[in-house]
């Protein structure tokens, strides 16, 4: 038997450093060639390492979190034959728990019911003063159950408690303390600290860049949606069986790709570096995704060459890519300008980020129904604003208000969506 050694591949791009996100396989694991061994992350997306070889796994080059360099150890496995380095004892690595990937689960997840037969007391999972690692959901849930996290064992990310861990722990057998009365009010004195890993540690160096790097100004406008959210429901109702539903996204999306057209000083990107302001012919539209990780920005390719029923489902398409884990490099790369949304958690009035290197982004809040005076009358109308922000050093706050009233003008007349 011998020992080979995988090192971090080239992935391409020009890529020198990846960050370690996850393990799919521990020491005196059997792996087979192709299978997958971890996940890694680049600037723009998650990529799976696969074996070259078969054989069993003896080290590993670093915990979640880590820095690698290309060219730097990733993997060692034990093989047939004489591998590719000296054959030596084996020496496992200190790492983290097994990883699994992350259970979803409502933050209100109701207690399973399960038969607890008597066990012995709990044996705590971590050491003293280690601080478990759990969602605020979990940590809710835990509490109701009467569970101390700190003998739970995580199976998540770094150790992180999931709610099936929670299960795991009532089905074995765990002993969970009974609350008591009123303990609501008691007083609570628990820390968590959590690393900022994987993608989360990607938006933090993102919005930290794009903050240094570009003075924003922001520029808010209101807009009157009624008729727009009017004709969305006729055509929702005549077309949508064949076509697919319309939400506001798409008609938004086609009123940027018109007033573009205008304002092409918008759809552009910044070389700060080389001083080198680039304009675009085509509309690649990032549309800002929440996910169950974080934060990511798809990017709806020529958006000026789709209708709105095509536009909107390729949105729904990147939007579960962009949820499930599956959104490929250049599906998360390349925007030219970028619509930020919460839907109906959207608030009046918001401040969006630049996505670097990005000179504009559009901001969309929710929509309300407020009265509003229209031909000496006062009448029921849905308002919607857009928050939008720009980079100043580009930008001109006249050109930056005109570029909104030409939007604002397409979308409280909807029927100009349509015309070319």
């Known amino acids: 038997m011998g020992q080979y050694t995988i090192k971090m591949p080239d992935i391409g791009e020009g890529i020198a450093e990846v960050e370690l996100v996850e393990w799919r396989v521990q020491p005196g694991d059997t792996v087979a060639e192709d299978q997958i061994l971890a996940d890694v992350m680049t600037d723009k997306a998650t990529v799976e390492i696969p074996s070259p ?70 044996v705590a999972m971590r050491a003293p003063g280690e601080k478990p690692v759990a969602s605020p959901a979990v940590r809710q849930r835990a509490w109701e159950l009467g569970i101390e996290l700190q003998f739970v064992h995580g199976s998540g990310p770094a150790g992180r408690i999931t709610h099936e861990d929670l299960d795991v722990y009532l089905v074995s057998g765990g002993q969970p303390r009974t609350p008591s009365a009123g303990s ?65 996204l798409p008609l938004l999306a086609r009123a940027l790709v018109f007033a573009l057209r205008d304002f092409p000083q918008m759809n ?60 490929g490099r250049d599906e998360l790369s390349g925007s030219t300008i970028t619509i930020s949304s919460l839907g109906p958690l959207g608030g009046l009035v918001t401040t969006p980020v630049i996505n670097h290197p990005e000179v504009a982004i559009v901001g969309v809040n929710k929509i309300v129904e407020r009265p509003v005076f229209r031909g000496g009358a006062v009448v029921a109308r849905k308002l919607m604003n857009l928050s939008s922000s720009f980079d100043h050093r580009v930008v001109d706050g006249m050109d930056a208000a005109q570029f909104i009233q030409a939007v604002r003008a397409l979308l409280e007349t909807p029927a100009l969506l349509f015309v070319e």
């Open 53 to 122: 070889v078969a054989g069993t796994v003896l080290e590993l080059g670093g915990q979640p979190g880590a820095l690698l360099a290309v060219g730097a150890e990733l993997i060692r496995l034990e093989v047939a034959g004489a591998g590719n380095v000296a054959a030596k004892a084996p020496q496992v690595a200190a790492v983290a728990a097994p990883v699994a990937a992350p259970v979803a689960a409502p933050a209100a997840a109701a207690p399973v019911p399960v038969q607890r037969p008597p066990v012995a007391a709990p």
């Open 268 to 327: 552009a990107r910044f070389d700060d570096d080389a001083g080198v302001v680039t304009r675009y012919a085509a509309v690649h539209l990032g549309m800002a995704t929440q996910t169950d990780n974080g934060l990511l920005v798809p990017v709806l390719r020529h958006a000026e060459a789709l209708d709105p029923w095509a536009c909107a489902r390729e949105i729904a398409r990147l939007a579960e890519a962009g949820r499930s884990g599956k959104a």
């Open 184 to 248: 609501g009010y008691a007083q609570r004195h628990g820390e968590e600290a959590v690393p900022l890993i994987g993608l989360r540690r990607k938006i933090a160096q993102k919005m930290q860049e794009s903050k240094r790097r570009i003075p924003h100004f922001s520029y808010v406008e209101e807009i009157d949606v009624t008729d727009l959210e009017a004709l969305r429901a006729q055509l929702n109702e005549r077309y949508g069986p064949a076509r697919g539903k319309l939400t506001l």
